[in-house]
């Protein structure tokens, strides 16, 4: 049987309308939809099928939203895709996706996971609010030439670092605003083809987080947490995991720490893997994944 893993976005991936058709035609989404209203005691429905963007968009909305419109996919692919499900061997998330791959796993149920999600969005929101900051991509610069910008243009007390190793040409820096806004007029100067400020309410990844570690990690300690049923490769150390404590500790060190997704997903390639699936909405992960490796095999659900 040939091997799959399966890919779940992060935040960024979300827009007004996602999931809409997918409750319309399908059973089991809708259910998932509708459950997590009562969870959640708000209409997440509402919000992803009819915005507003600036509500859609706010950190404690769009990581709940991603993740029911993540896994809402992966009910109709269990009836349209049922191969893909049973040749599946690792699953992995983008940051927030991690949460939708340790469900789709088995390391968590939908509802524990949703409502660890929800108090994460909450304390990332709360210490955005605190600190002005944001993260931009930069394309066409080495990780190193980027990591170079950040430490030129860094001023003293600020937290400039990069966040997201995504693929090469595509490195995340996330910090303080007035440092993000110094290095996205640098990252040009020195060549850069674009620079691009990420819709999230700040700087994910870093030490700007730090007050939503201690909020996470209590909701993580006390949620039930089985072994998953395959290996769910992490953000922190781009390795596949089982153990569900190690699970747990790497999704707190996850706020804080950069996401090495560009080697999780070359882990996947070297294993070998043959078969990709982007579970949710849009194609970021398949662009990213094409441009490590052009001839990978890359599929979607929400086209």
């Not at 509500?55 to 993740?67: E, I, M, R």
């Not at 080495?142 to 190793?165: F, K, M, P, T, W």
């Not at 909020?215 to 995991?241: C, G, Y």
């Amino acid at each position: 049987m040939s091997s799959w893993a399966f890919l779940f976005p992060g935040q960024g991936a979300q827009s007004v309308g996602m999931g809409q058709s997918l409750y319309e035609r399908c059973e089991a989404a809708r259910a998932l939809f509708d459950r997590a209203a009562e969870i959640l005691e708000y209409d997440l429905a509402e919000i992803c099928f009819r915005g507003p963007k600036e509500k859609l968009d706010a950190t404690v909305h769009s990581q709940p939203a991603l993740f029911v419109t993540s896994l809402a996919a992966l009910e109709e692919l269990r009836t349209t895709h049922p191969d893909r499900l049973a040749g599946c061997r690792y699953a992995a998330g983008l940051s927030l996706g991690e949460y939708t791959a340790c469900v789709f796993a088995g390391a968590l149920d939908f509802e524990t996971g949703l409502r660890i999600v929800q108090r994460r969005g909450e304390a990332m929101q709360a210490a955005a609010d605190a600190r002005p900051s944001g993260m931009a991509s930069i394309l066409g610069l080495s990780a190193d030439q980027v990591q170079q910008l950040c430490d030129d243009v860094r001023q003293d007390g600020e937290v400039l670092v990069i966040a997201n190793y995504l693929c090469p040409g595509n490195i995340v820096a996330s910090g303080d605003r007035a440092a993000c806004e110094r290095i996205a007029e640098a990252a040009e100067r020195a060549g850069a083809m674009r620079v691009v400020p990420l819709a999230v309410a700040g700087a994910f990844h870093t030490s700007i987080m730090e007050p939503a570690v201690e909020k996470l990690e209590v909701a993580l300690s006390s949620a039930t947490m089985q072994p998953p049923r395959i290996p769910v490769v992490s953000n922190v150390d781009a390795r596949p995991h089982t153990d569900p404590e190690e699970i747990r500790q790497l999704l707190v060190r996850q706020v804080c720490a950069p996401v090495q997704w560009e080697a999780s997903l070359r882990w996947l390639l070297d294993v070998p893997v043959e078969h990709f699936c982007e579970v949710g909405p849009g194609r970021v992960l398949r662009g990213l994944l094409k441009r490590i490796h052009r001839k990978a095999d890359s599929h979607g659900t929400l086209d």
